[in-house]
């Protein structure tokens, strides 16, 4: 009779540890999510080098008002960058051989698109 006692009392003891087991193991991954998602970081489509392809065709469309274009952006540096936003300073190369020192940014508006600003100073 002892023995009947103890395999009940052990087969009853099955769903407990299975759900202690599934517990520990759900933990597990929802700790694995957290750190995860503490490092990961919202994806921005541009950078301080990417700008400058954007800003070398956006420049090229008033050459004939403005009389130059923005060839290419050397000495880049950030200047601030958060989730919505990414801001950029360098020396402009223009196609008048000049050469300017330039703020360039991309940043979202209000309705979540991407707007690229930039200028020589």
């Not at 003891?13 to 998602?37: C, G, K, S, Y």
């Not at 601030?80 to 936003?85: A, I």
């Amino acid at each position: 009779m002892k023995n009947k006692n103890s395999i009940v009392i052990n087969l009853l003891l099955i769903p407990i540890l299975i759900f202690n087991l599934m517990q520990f193991l759900l933990a597990d991954d929802m700790e694995i999510l957290l750190n995860a998602e503490e490092n990961l970081k919202i994806y921005k489509p541009f950078d301080c080098d990417n700008l400058v392809d954007e800003i070398q065709e956006d420049s090229r469309r008033y050459l004939v008002n403005d009389g130059y274009s923005i060839e290419q952006i050397e000495f880049r540096k950030i200047v601030d960058e958060t989730d919505e936003l990414i801001e950029c300073n360098g020396t402009a190369v223009l196609s008048n051989t000049l050469r300017e020192n330039i703020n360039y940014k991309a940043y979202v508006d209000v309705e979540g698109d991407w707007i690229i600003k930039y200028s020589l100073y």
